[in-house]
């Protein structure tokens, strides 16, 4: 997919490999590069995910990075209901109803 | 183990080495002026000639909204609790609604004073480094402001799997037109704002500032005048969720600026502080990173920066928690979404999960006082999708957190969730504060070490330990005597 100058992108850089990380963290972090992603317009004519691209950011600054996606949305939500959660509200309104009479 | 350069050293250590003086440009303030050489410093000094008084804030946040926020009271909540308490027991719940601030939460008092304070200087942007309300707070204030704006926040694991509390913040952030870079887990998140510091020449609207904490003061003042207009009385007890320790602080500062004296009351009477209990957990996990359903307010922060307060982005932090609390309670991450569910439900407030920490601990606390005694729950935050209790259980149990009702006490940190059964298994349990006050020595011995110094036993150090520690210097003379 051909992505064109001045689409919303995001941006992906490895900020330090595993070897230039603190010497002061647990095996399941220091085994993992210190990665960074950002957002902001592509600067380069053309580009497709994966290349080394130019971005300018939302106050103005330029970034570079591996391009990593085109218009990044949002997708958290509200989730699935939880039933444990559901029981207890219930028995918290008979419970109040309990204490005031 | 790190990959050296000519130098010798990475390029992760040479740039952690300029710190210093990195900090001491991006927040216009020469700590050395306030240190003595050693483990001491002047606090009073700093808080005096670099901060606001409260009159100043509280005029700094009317320019842009903030403060004034409505104290509610819980009666119904109340009732449940007095259903459990004792004859004579149960004292009214009173709640400071931070959420009306314009960005949230409360942390719009301190953003608004630093970035009050960045414009001033003269800085084109401010930069906060936070994964939290914090940063929604900071940029709310620069977009008022007319201020660029840089949130780096810690994000995502190694998969590339974020918590959904975490990203709506970045969302919120990105809503006020900042600038957010995201990171994967790890401590160099400080090495990143260092560098952005450096090349942007930004403010470090840092929590820690004399500015920051000055912020909350007006939060502490409001809640006094409140409740006396409320009740014809001070509170006798406030409980804050503690994480940093800036919110603890700025609460009983600007409480004691209106006049209030708490402590040294009847029992369960004072500033009381509370904490998620996340033993066991590394914060520095990759893997363990997305295992806990808070990200702030939990004791992986509350403790450590209790007995090491300057572990924070500038080299004197004005959060001093143990100066101020007369109790440290935990609560186990199911007693919070309990009692998250019980204010939509029994109160009509649906209101963040990580702000209602102060209240789990709140509905225990007001079972021991009586009838005719006040309680109030100092804060509450947004919420909204990702940030709320549903989500977030729901994004527990799919990374292998078994959520269950039963008796809080069985939770164990990163492996399960326990919601109780009945309300009446809700409990605040107690932080030894003598030995968080010990530990905050051996630290500061430690320190002293590292810079080779010791502490004398007519020295300011001792006078100091004693005031950060709130115990007298002869119980400082004894503890450095046991270290040794």
Request: charged residues 25%; glycine residues 10%.
């Amino acid at each position: 997919m051909s992505v064109m100058k001045g689409e919303w992108v995001q941006i992906h850089m490895v900020v330090l490999q595993p070897e230039e990380r603190s010497d002061r963290l647990p095996e399941e972090t220091s085994s993992v590069p210190l990665e960074m992603w950002a957002k902001g317009f592509l600067l380069n004519e053309e580009a497709r995910l994966g290349d080394s691209v130019e971005i300018e950011t939302e106050i103005g600054r330029r970034l570079q990075g591996s391009l990593s996606a085109v218009n990044p949305g949002y997708t958290h939500s509200f989730g699935a209901p939880i039933p444990e959660l559901l029981q207890a509200g219930r028995q918290l309104r008979s419970l109040l109803r309990e204490a005031k009479t | 183990m790190s990959r050296p350069t000519d130098s010798g050293q990475t390029k992760y250590q040479r740039l952690m080495q300029r710190k210093g003086e990195i900090i001491r440009k991006a927040v216009g303030i020469d700590y050395q002026q306030f240190e003595s050489g050693s483990v001491a410093f002047d606090y009073e000094e700093m808080m005096r000639s670099v901060g606001y008084s409260l009159d100043e804030i509280r005029s700094i946040q009317a320019e842009t909204g903030v403060g004034g926020t409505p104290l509610l009271e819980l009666k119904n909540v109340t009732a449940l609790a007095r259903r459990y308490a004792g004859p004579g027991k149960g004292a009214r719940v009173f709640l400071k609604d931070e959420a009306a601030n314009p960005s949230g939460s409360f942390k719009a008092r301190r953003a608004a004073v630093s970035v009050y304070h960045a414009q001033r200087l003269g800085f084109k942007g401010v930069i906060a480094a936070t994964s939290g309300n914090y940063g929604a707070a900071v940029a709310s204030q620069a977009a008022m402001r007319g201020l660029d704006c840089i949130v780096v926040q810690e994000c995502y694991d190694s998969r590339g799997v974020g918590q959904p509390e975490i990203v709506e913040k970045g969302r919120k952030c990105e809503a006020y037109g900042a600038e957010v870079l995201q990171l994967s887990v790890g401590p160099e998140l400080f090495y990143v704002f260092l560098q952005l510091l450096e090349e942007t020449g930004y403010f470090n609207a840092s929590l820690y500032t004399p500015f920051g904490i000055a912020g909350i003061e007006t939060l502490g003042a409001e809640l006094s005048e409140q409740m006396r207009e409320r009740t014809g009385a001070d509170p006798d007890a406030v409980v804050v969720t503690n994480a940093g320790g800036g919110n603890l602080t700025g609460t009983a500062r600007g409480m004691h600026k209106s006049g209030v004296e708490l402590g040294g009351g009847p029992e369960g009477s004072g500033l009381i502080a509370a904490s998620v209990n996340l033993e066991g957990l590394n914060m520095a996990g990759d893997r363990q990173f997305n295992r806990k359903s808070f990200t702030t307010g939990h004791t992986g922060f509350g403790i450590p920066f209790a007995v090491f307060p300057d572990r924070s982005d500038v080299p004197r932090s004005a959060g001093r928690p143990l100066r101020y609390m007369d109790r440290y309670v935990t609560v186990q991450q199911g007693e919070v979404f309990y009692m998250t569910e019980a204010l939509a439900r029994l109160e009509g407030l649906e209101r963040g999960p990580a702000g209602n920490i102060a209240l789990a601990a709140a509905f225990a606390l007001a079972q021991e006082m009586d009838r005719d005694q006040t309680l109030v729950v100092q804060e509450t935050e947004y919420t909204g999708a990702g940030k709320h209790v549903q989500p977030q259980l729901d994004f527990a149990r799919q990374n292998g957190i078994e959520i269950s009702l039963g008796d809080p006490r069985g939770e164990i940190a990163g492996e399960s969730i326990v919601l109780p059964e009945d309300p009446g298994l809700i409990t605040a349990r107690e932080l030894d504060l003598e030995q968080l006050s010990r530990s905050y020595v051996k630290r500061s011995q430690q320190l002293m070490k590292e810079q080779g110094k010791t502490a004398r036993n007519d020295s300011a150090d001792i006078r100091f330990l004693a005031a950060e520690t709130r115990r007298s210097e002869a119980w400082v003379r004894a503890a450095l005597k046991e270290l040794e």
